[in-house]
């Protein structure tokens, strides 16, 4: 185990301590210098998100989708979220609502109204945590079990 001092990148200079064999630890060491520091990466991680999340609200909002509540930080998250699962939730929408007949009319606005409440649910925390669910139908299913 040792520390040694590192000049990343972005011109900032860090200490670190590594371990291991001496090859490693210099292996390890010119790879460091090959990246931002840890506050830069940061700094610039926190960026992307916010572009991410500024355009999935324009995004949204322009799709007439209602404003979410919660924390600001929460609103941001859950907007980018909530983009990635609206195409989704709609194509299933459609593709219900064209297998409608006289004998499933009422089945088939059921399911339409609880896909639209999805689609106009408004908790940032509602998306937040239904963020690791792979497809809209996963979402849906989480609905139904819950009526």
């Known amino acids: 185990m040792?520390?040694?001092s590192v000049t990343y990148s972005c011109g900032h200079e860090g200490e670190v301590?590594?371990?291991?064999?001496?090859s490693?630890?210099?292996?390890?060491?010119?790879?460091?210098?090959e990246q931002d520091c840890p506050t830069c990466e940061k700094a610039a991680r926190e960026a992307r998100n916010a572009k991410a999340n500024a355009a999935a609200a324009q995004a949204n909002a322009s799709a007439g989708l209602p404003a979410l509540q919660g924390s600001d930080k929460q609103i941001?998250?859950?907007?980018?979220?909530?983009a990635?699962?609206?195409p989704g939730l709609q194509a299933k929408r459609a593709e219900v609502q064209?297998?409608?007949t006289d004998e499933n009319a009422a089945l088939v606005t059921q399911a339409v109204d609880?896909?639209?409440s999805i689609i106009d649910e408004q908790s940032a925390s509602?998306?937040?945590d239904s963020r690791d669910l792979e497809k809209a139908e996963v979402l849906i299913m989480r609905k139904m079990r819950k009526s």
């Open 114 to 116: 609880m896909i639209q």
């Open 2 to 4: 040792a520390k040694y």
């Open 76 to 82: 941001a998250w859950a907007e980018t979220i909530r």
């Open 24 to 33: 490693e630890r210099e292996r390890k060491l010119e790879w460091l210098a």
């Open 84 to 86: 990635q699962f609206i």
């Open 98 to 100: 064209s297998k409608a």
């Open 17 to 22: 301590q590594l371990y291991g064999k001496g």
């Open 126 to 128: 509602y998306w937040i």
